[in-house]
């Protein structure tokens, strides 16, 4: 074979395999690289912060003292305040002593005594916020009561009003109007404990 043939053959035959892998069907990977999505651990379940407070009040010429324990109680429906974050509602217990240290009255309250007074969409996804003395009106005790947002940014909640009996009997309102006789405690009291 001639130098001029054997080109001619190596030529055809580099020209034959390209022409015959160009046929071949070409292999499809079915392999797909991604990302594994990062899987989030729950927000742990907050709590709104607990607070205790006494108060000294004349009461019919004697002195009393109401004290008003929050405390989250673990018990309830966890709350979400719509943003995906859970809280841990809350139980409040109002008591008032006499002067001698007798109790006069004890009760924990929880959001489901205030239900009434509360729009059913709100209630998922609120908690009871807090009970705050406010003045002695008619010869009763009258508490600022408030079921809103856990959420200490926030602003929405449900004013209410409270009201203790010299017999003990409790009623309670929706709170038509922000006029108190011990505004500056509450607002103090509540820009310390979010209530």
Same mark, same amino acid.
């Given at each position: 074979?001639?130098?001029?043939?054997?080109?001619?053959?190596?030529?055809?035959?580099?020209?034959?395999s390209?022409?015959v892998?160009?046929?071949? !069907?070409?292999?499809q990977?079915?392999?797909?690289?991604?990302t594994?999505p990062?899987?989030?651990?729950?927000?742990?379940?907050? !709590?709104i912060?607990?607070?205790d407070?006494?108060?000294?009040?004349?009461?019919?010429?004697s002195?009393?003292?109401?004290?008003?324990?929050?405390?989250? &109680?673990?018990?309830?429906?966890?709350? &979400?305040?719509?943003?995906g974050?859970? #809280?841990? &509602?809350?139980?409040i217990?109002?008591?008032?002593?006499?002067?001698?240290?007798?109790?006069?009255?004890?009760?924990?309250?929880?959001?489901?005594?205030?239900?009434? #007074?509360? &729009?059913? @969409?709100?209630?998922?996804?609120?908690?009871?916020?807090?009970i705050?003395?406010?003045?002695?009106?008619?010869?009763?005790?009258?508490?600022?009561a408030?079921?809103?947002?856990?959420?200490k940014a926030?602003?929405?909640?449900?004013?209410?009003?409270?009201?203790?009996?010299? @017999?003990?009997?409790? @009623?309670? @309102?929706?709170?038509?109007?922000?006029?108190?006789?011990n505004?500056? !405690?509450?607002?103090?009291?509540?820009?310390?404990?979010?209530?």
């Amino acid at each position: 074979m001639t130098q001029k043939n054997w080109l001619k053959t190596g030529l055809m035959a580099a020209l034959l395999s390209v022409a015959v892998g160009g046929c071949k !069907e070409k292999k499809q990977t079915t392999d797909i690289i991604t990302t594994k999505p990062k899987v989030e651990a729950p927000k742990p379940v907050q !709590e709104i912060g607990d607070y205790d407070q006494d108060v000294t009040v004349d009461w019919g010429g004697s002195n009393y003292t109401v004290r008003m324990q929050r405390l989250a &109680d673990r018990s309830l429906p966890i709350v &979400d305040d719509g943003l995906g974050n859970r #809280y841990f &509602d809350n139980q409040i217990t109002v008591r008032v002593t006499r002067n001698d240290g007798s109790e006069f009255f004890a009760r924990t309250f929880k959001k489901s005594d205030f239900s009434a #007074y509360i &729009d059913g @969409s709100f209630d998922k996804n609120c908690a009871l916020l807090g009970i705050v003395f406010d003045k002695v009106e008619d010869g009763v005790l009258r508490f600022a009561a408030s079921v809103g947002s856990p959420d200490k940014a926030s602003d929405e909640y449900i004013p209410l009003v409270l009201k203790i009996s010299r @017999s003990g009997s409790v @009623s309670i @309102s929706k709170d038509t109007q922000f006029d108190t006789g011990n505004l500056g !405690e509450i607002a103090e009291y509540d820009d310390e404990d979010g209530v």
